[in-house]
C-alpha cells in the first residue's frame, strides 16, 4: 500500500506565496519522477511542475519563473514553492509519484488527494 499524502494548500492574496508538501509513505522501492498537476473547477487536470530522482525539473510555462519544485529523496518528499500567486492558479494541486513497490513490478503512477489552493483578495 502506497499513500501520498499533501499538505501546504490554502488561501492567500494575489502576490503571495504558499509551499506545498506531499509525503509518500509505504511498500516503495524507487521512486522515479515526482510531480504536482492541479485542476481548476470545470477544467482538466493538467501538469505544473514535475522532478526526476536526478534533480532534472519540468514547468508549465504559466508558472516558469514563479514556482519552485525540489524533492527530498531521503525522505520521499516534494514540495512545490509557489510565489507571486495570481487568481489562475486556483485549483486542486495534487501530488505524483512515479514508483515501483517491488524490483520485479514496473513503475506506476500514484496521486495524493489534492490540495486546494485558493488566491483571492
Known amino acids: 500500500q502506497v499513500q501520498l499524502v499533501e499538505s501546504g494548500g490554502g488561501l492567500v492574496q494575489p502576490g503571495g506565496s504558499l509551499r506545498l508538501s506531499c509525503a509518500a509513505s509505504g511498500s516503495i522501492f524507487v521512486i522515479n519522477a515526482m510531480g504536482w498537476y492541479r485542476q481548476a473547477p470545470g477544467k482538466e487536470r493538467n501538469l505544473v511542475a514535475t522532478?526526476?530522482?536526478?534533480?532534472?525539473?519540468n514547468y508549465a510555462d504559466s508558472v516558469k519563473g514563479r514556482f519552485t519544485i525540489s524533492r527530498d529523496n531521503a525522505k520521499n518528499t516534494v514540495y512545490l514553492q509557489m510565489s507571486s500567486l495570481k487568481p489562475e492558479d486556483t485549483a486542486v494541486y495534487y501530488c505524483?509519484?512515479?514508483?515501483?513497490?517491488?524490483?520485479?513490478?514496473?513503475?506506476?503512477?500514484?496521486w495524493g488527494q489534492g490540495t486546494q489552493v485558493t488566491v483571492s483578495s
Open positions: 522532478i526526476a530522482s536526478g534533480g532534472s525539473t
Open positions: 505524483n509519484a512515479v514508483l515501483t513497490t517491488d524490483w520485479r513490478k514496473g513503475f506506476n503512477d500514484y
